[in-house]
């Protein structure tokens, strides 16, 4: 299982949102490139970086950002207003490993083809749920659209990997929702990174049991319980193994 610390840049600085609310923002660092330096030295492989600036705006915002941070030797995992191909060909050209497709994705079931055809597993796609149902937008707006029902559809298009967050656990840091999370390992065909609510040492190493479960577990985003030292980076490292 891999642990993918997070990075979230609003005017190019490393912040937090609670539940993903603008107004509800917590600045942690001035330089998001020297937090992903701190990750690599703790024995980091990859970062999960989010454009919230790009999610908000519905285009990139901070790929000069971005580009400094895959500099620092990370993969990069970004998500956050790639929502034309214009867009995704620009951040995986600024060396970012990986890109989430997340409002897009609900959208347009040809957009996400006509990119896994051209990019295979470079493609991933958020798929962000608020009881269930996805949210998109920069979690603004809830579809009525079933979260583990866009999951099917993104694993028959050939979607290899899926971020899934649960919104209502996201930055409350009060634990995952593990029963949606398991849910979505149900899904055949689909890697799945979990996202939201990590708060101490023993979600991670629930995580981790059900990692043994269910092999199709990728990982786990951990972010506001970094920056709160509510956890470490290589305690969590050890026990994803």
């Known amino acids: ?32 490139a ?31 950002t971005v580009k400094a941070i895959t500099a620092v030797g990370l993969q990069v995992e970004l998500g956050g207003g790639l929502r034309t191909r214009d867009a995704v060909d620009r951040a995986l050209d600024s060396g970012v490993a ?34 269930g149902k996805v949210a998109v937008k920069g979690w ?38 593990f029963p949606a999370q398991e849910a979505m390992l149900a899904v055949p065909g689909l890697r799945i990174i979990a996202s939201g609510g990590v708060s101490r040492r023993e979600d991670v190493i629930k995580l981790a049991e059900l990692a043994r479960r269910y092999a199709n577990l990728d990982g786990v985003i951990v972010g506001k319980a970094l920056y709160e030292r509510r956890v470490t980076l290589p305690d969590l490292l050890a026990i994803a193994g």
Not at 100 to 127: H, K, N, P, Q
Not at 145 to 172: E, P, Y
């Open 1 to 32: 299982m891999i642990i993918y610390p997070a990075i979230d840049i609003r005017g190019g600085r490393c912040v937090r949102l609670l539940q993903g609310r603008a107004d509800q923002e917590t600045i942690y660092a001035e330089n998001p």
């Open 140 to 177: 603004v707006d809830t579809t009525n659209a079933s979260a583990l029902g866009l999951a099917q559809r993104m694993a028959a298009l050939g979607v290899k990997t899926v971020i899934h967050t649960d919104i209502g656990t996201d930055g409350m840091l009060t634990g995952p929702n």
């Open 34 to 64: 020297e937090v992903a330096a701190e990750f690599r030295t703790a024995g980091s492989v990859w970062v999960h970086v989010v454009d919230l600036d790009g999610a908000f705006a519905g285009e990139p915002k901070n790929l000069a």
């Open 98 to 131: 990986r890109v989430v497709i997340g409002t897009r994705a609900a959208e347009s079931e040809a957009f996400v083809a006509e990119l896994v055809a051209a990019y295979g597993d470079r493609i991933a796609v958020g798929i962000d749920a608020k009881d």
